[in-house]
């Protein structure tokens, strides 16, 4: 049982290296956009006024104060939300990347994407200070993103690949066979994102209670 495991986890390896090495060039492009997003993020954050710094550090302390206080997250209104956004951004995606002119919106998706996680990330360091920061935001961006960036770098690079091989192959019979596996790539993606949600609900709010009673 354990060799025939082992040889499952293997090959899974394998068709993963070959995937990426054979859309090397697409995923080149889709970390580089998701890149330049975590940039203008970052970069955004630091160039606003003294009234919206005051508004988001007001924000992210009244989180903070609210769970230091012992009030629990709700983690039923958590989930939902996580994963409708989720579903969301998948559907949009997959439709989006199965028309001819998709594919500016699906890199704007992605560097969207970015440069939300680089404002998170430099709002949070920028309120609580480098050390607490830094602490903050791992316990609740890393876990869930671990998950939600490669699926959306992979569902980037699905929705470019269907748009080469509709333009390389104009045939019915074609299309129809890569809308349907962009479709169950999507599913696929779509399933580890729920896996995301559910760290996002119940690891990473566990860790983030923990974290700020030691801030």
């Given at each position: ?46 160039n ?17 104060n ?7 997250i ?26 001819v ?6 890199l704007g ?10 404002y ?18 791992l ?10 960036i490669?699926v959306i770098l992979?569902?980037a ?15 019915r019979?074609?299309i ?37 009673k030691?801030?």
């Open positions: 049982m354990r060799e025939i495991h082992k040889r499952r986890k293997r090959n899974f390896r394998e068709v993963l290296l070959n995937h990426i090495l054979d859309n090397l060039k697409f995923y080149i492009i889709v970390v580089i956009i998701l890149i330049i997003g975590i940039v203008a993020g970052i970069l955004f954050i630091n606003i006024n003294s009234e919206q710094i005051t508004e988001i550090q007001g924000y992210i302390n009244g989180f903070v609210t769970l230091k206080e012992g009030n629990a709700d983690k039923t209104a958590l989930l939902k939300k996580s994963l409708g956004d989720n579903l969301i951004l998948i559907v949009t995606m997959w439709f989006i990347g199965s028309t002119i998709g594919i500016p919106i699906i998706i992605v560097l969207f994407r970015g440069f939300c996680l680089g998170t990330v430099s709002a949070i360091i920028g309120t609580m200070g480098v050390q607490n920061g830094i602490l903050l935001t316990s609740a961006v890393l876990l869930q993103n671990l998950i939600f490669p992979c569902m690079v699905s929705c470019i690949k269907l748009y080469k091989s509709i333009m390389k192959d104009k045939r019979e074609n129809k066979i890569e809308i349907i596996r962009h479709t169950i790539i999507s599913i696929i993606l779509f399933l580890a994102l729920i896996v995301s949600s559910l760290i996002e609900t119940y690891i990473s709010s566990e860790i983030i209670m923990l974290t700020v030691i801030l």
